[in-house]
């Protein structure tokens, strides 16, 4: 790998939202890097992805503006509903995020945000078809292993290689916690759904033991759907494992509105295991990093995993801009200051949430709605500041 004497030499693994975010931060500030993906062509399979007003900022300003507004969805409210109908809560997103956050709140298919990504990177970083196997300390190196047998000597290592990281092998020993809870997940053509399903809402259906989210994403043509229910076994976790429409229509069976229309029109469903990871408690050594769901992995419930892995490639990006290799030390001690403390909140909260949403019908359960409609509407817009409002990539004292 090539980089000016004094610039350090970049390897990141993986090419996800968060790998190709950093790429794309990083080529901002005129800061090369390696994307070494294992797979051989970027094909993203995955569903629907929202994007709040903290990853939407930086997208927009490092240049995913246009893709964004045209082929994604501004949302204008989420609403919250009782599995038997009715609605508990509604907030509004629209303008107010705008005026509030300074950004949209966007559905998007990950097919679409990564392409945008990919033409924002360009080819020129893209290494695909290198499946890291192992990452070593030689001398003042890391040494990238790969697993046809070539490698790769960096500087500095960043893992975004998603939650069965390699990379993270080498900060701990841990493993992915299984939550009990599978996901359904598919897109639907609009026009096989009743004509609501038009609106650009988020719209969340929550009962005993699960829920079901949808939204529209491609410019409003597919209807994006998860269906969180339990499952027995830890089951296989990839964006791609096939599932039986037939399981989908009966664990929703008598669910009102969108949701039987959704789950009856399915055609295609993907089906697999949600887990997540301890917290990290040491992110970094001298020349090697992680972020993304490589540093956090974190159940779906907030719908932040990618909004939180845009915030760390900005952050770190943010900090290395500049840099020399003898700092990348300081620069990592730097990052984890800025990111710990937040995705470590996060990830709870996400945790936090599975028990909330999922509360058999009852006492608790007409509490917690009335708790939901208490911080709704633009007041619950305003209490998310934490959450929407975060600048990363600010400057945080030492
Ligand atoms: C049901 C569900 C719904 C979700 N909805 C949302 C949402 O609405 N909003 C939100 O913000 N987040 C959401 N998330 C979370 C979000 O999808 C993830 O947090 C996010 O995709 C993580 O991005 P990443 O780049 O860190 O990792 P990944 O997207 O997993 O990318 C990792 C990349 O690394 C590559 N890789 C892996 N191992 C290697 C290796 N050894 N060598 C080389 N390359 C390798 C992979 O091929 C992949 O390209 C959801 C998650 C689930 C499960």
Not at 177 to 206: D, K, M, N, T
Not at 269 to 275: G, I, K, T, Y
Request: charged residues 20%; proline residues 6%; neutral net charge.
């Amino acid at each position: 790998m090539t980089a000016a004497p004094s610039l350090p030499r970049i390897a990141v693994v993986g090419s996800g939202i968060g790998g190709l975010t950093l790429a794309a931060a990083l080529a901002a500030s005129g800061t090369p890097c390696e994307v070494f993906e294992q797979t051989r062509s970027m094909t993203e399979t995955g569903a629907g992805v929202q994007l709040a007003p903290n990853a939407a900022r930086h997208l927009r300003r490092l240049g995913l503006r246009p893709a964004l507004d045209e082929q994604g969805v501004a949302v204008e409210e989420m609403r919250v509903y009782g599995w038997a109908g009715g609605t508990i809560a509604a907030t509004p997103f629209g303008a107010a995020c705008e005026m509030l956050y300074g950004a949209p709140y966007y559905a998007v298919h990950r097919a679409d945000l990564q392409q945008a990504l990919l033409r924002l990177v360009g080819p020129r970083p893209l290494r695909l078809g290198h499946r890291l196997k192992a990452v070593r300390r030689d001398g003042e190196d890391m040494v990238l292993a790969f697993e046809d047998g070539t490698t790769r000597r960096a500087d500095l290592v960043v893992g975004a290689d998603g939650i069965h990281s390699v990379v993270r092998e080498h900060l701990v020993r841990d493993a992915p916690v299984f939550s009990g809870l599978g996901v359904f997940r598919g897109l639907v053509p609009v026009e096989r759904l009743p004509a609501e399903a038009r609106e650009p809402l988020i719209r969340i259906w929550l009962g005993p033991g699960r829920h079901f989210v949808c939204y529209p994403v491609s410019s409003g043509r597919l209807m994006s759907f998860a269906a969180i229910a339990p499952l027995a076994g830890a089951g296989a976790e990839s964006w791609s494992a096939a599932g039986d429409p037939a399981e989908l229509v009966a664990a929703f069976a008598g669910w009102r509105g969108l949701v039987s229309d959704i789950t009856r029109a399915a055609g295609t469903v993907r089906r697999w295991a949600l887990h997540d990871r301890p917290e990290l408690r040491t992110w970094s050594s001298d020349r090697l990093t992680v972020l993304g769901d490589a540093a956090h992995p974190m159940l779906p419930f907030m719908a932040q995993g990618a909004n939180q892995a845009v915030e760390d490639a900005v952050e770190l990006a943010s900090q290395l801009a500049g840099a020399h290799r003898d700092e990348v030390p300081g620069v990592l001690a730097g990052y984890e200051r800025a990111r710990a403390p937040r995705t470590a909140a996060v990830q709870q909260g996400s945790r936090a949430h599975a028990d909330a949403m999922h509360l058999p019908d009852g006492p608790q359960q007409r509490e917690r709605d009335l708790a939901m409609r208490r911080s709704a509407g633009l007041r619950g817009l305003r209490e998310r500041a934490w959450l929407y409002g975060h600048e990363a990539g600010a400057v945080t004292p030492a």
